[in-house]
Each structure stands twice: as C-alpha cells, then as structure tokens.
C-alpha cells in the first residue's frame, strides 16, 4: 500500500551503515495497489546511487508500463528436468543415497523446474534410509503416482465398469483428493494425446520408461476423436466438481 512505501521512501534517506548498497526485494510486486505504484514511481526513477530495487513476479503483465520501462528484466526460467537429474545423482553420490533414474526423475518432474524443491524432496525421501526409486518417491508426496490413472483409462476403454468403481474407490479409501486425482487422468488423456501424434514425446514428457510403455500401449487404443471427447467430458466434470 501508500504507507508501505512512504514508510520505504523514509529509510531510503539513509545511506547503509556497513556496505556499498542498500537492496529492497519486493516480492509479488504485482500485488501493490495503482496508488502505491504511483509513489513507488518517482523514486525508481532517480534512485539514490547506494539503493537497488529488486521488483519479483510471477505475472509481469499485471505491472504499469511507467514501472516496466525504469527496470532491466531478467527472466528466470524452470530449470530442464536432464539438468535437476544430474544436480540430484551428484549430490546422492557424495551423501552415499541410493538414487534411481526412474526416482530421479520422478523428483524433477515433481518439483516442476524448482532446484531447491527437487533438493528438499531427495533429503525427505533420503531420511526412509533405503534406495530412492519412484515408488518411495510417490508415497512420500502423496501423489504422483499415475497407476491408478492408467488403470482407469483402460478400464474404461474395455467397458469394465467393476475395475471402474474398484480404482475410484481404492482412491477414496486412501484419503486422496478425489479432485486432484481427476486432474490426474486429465494430465494422463493429455500425455496420452501427446504419445499419439509424435514419435519425441520423451522430449516433451517426464516420463519414466514404464510410464511411457503404459501410455504407448493405451493410445494405441485411442482414435483422436475419442480422446478429445473423453477429455471433454473429464473437464467438464471437473467444473462441476469445482
């Protein structure tokens, strides 16, 4: 708000006691009221020679151009899964963890290109004291496993509505998010999509090889029409679940 940075603008008066700079990180910039930017905006303009600013986001578009055009922009981008893999096999190697390359990646792709996260999860699934594969990985998160998922699919696929009901209600049973393991086959219909119409969907996908074998062998039971009609249906379902 205005007082928040009236308050800043005070500080700003003084030079730093000890070192060369004073640094002010406003994280979730594109939170600060119009107002707020309007007093921020003299300032980032001519800056005292000691003060940087550094503005974070996640939603650049939501920042007033008068504030975009008195900053360098530096983009950080998700780190690739190949590059978190190997981050992850050194650091097991010199900690003496058994790693998988299956749990490895399981772990990539379950931080989402965040290296700290990725970290954070090899230590917690380290503290089981056996090897990490992507079982371990799974039932230490919680969810992320997509066994359930594919059985469904196929399940589905040859009418076999006992194993229908049967997964659903293992899910319940366990106390998973319905919802979330909804956006689950929602996520497993896209992968699936992406199998069948492109021989680099490895490049594309986080998959792990059994992963990728369930997923090759069930859109080859899919034309594309019916998989764009089951992930209509799944989606609207979704909504109405919301």
């Known amino acids: 708000g205005v007082d928040n940075v009236r308050d800043m603008k005070d500080e700003i008066a003084f030079t730093p006691a000890l070192l060369k700079y004073r640094v002010y990180i406003i994280d979730e910039v594109h939170m600060m009221s119009g107002s707020a930017f309007n007093a921020l905006l003299k300032t980032l303009e001519e800056p005292p020679s000691y003060v940087v600013f550094i503005l974070a986001t996640t939603e650049f578009h939501k920042l007033p151009t008068t504030i975009v055009s008195r900053c360098q922009r530096f983009d950080f981008r998700r780190i690739s899964t190949d590059n978190i893999m190997a981050r992850l096999k050194h650091i097991a190697k010199n900690e003496g963890i058994s790693l998988t390359d299956d749990g490895a ?56 509505y006992t194993a229908v009901y049967a997964t659903v209600n293992e899910v319940v049973m ?64 979704m909504a109405d679940m919301q």
């Open 105 to 160: 990646r399981v772990i990539a792709r379950v931080s989402r290109g965040g290296m700290r996260d990725a970290v954070s999860l090899l230590e917690l699934c380290a503290g089981a004291r056996r090897t990490v594969d992507e079982k371990l990985v799974f039932d230490t998160v919680g969810t992320g496993n997509r066994d359930n998922s594919y059985r469904l699919i196929e399940a589905i696929l040859k009418q076999d």
């Open 174 to 237: 366990n106390s998973a998010d319905v919802s979330v393991f909804w956006q689950e086959i929602i996520d497993s219909y896209r992968d699936i999509m992406v199998v069948k119409n492109t021989e680099r969907a490895k490049d594309y996908l986080d998959l792990t090889e059994v992963e990728y074998e369930s997923l090759t062998k069930l859109a080859k039971e899919f034309t594309p029409a019916r998989l764009a009609y089951h992930v209509s249906l799944l989606e609207g379902a």
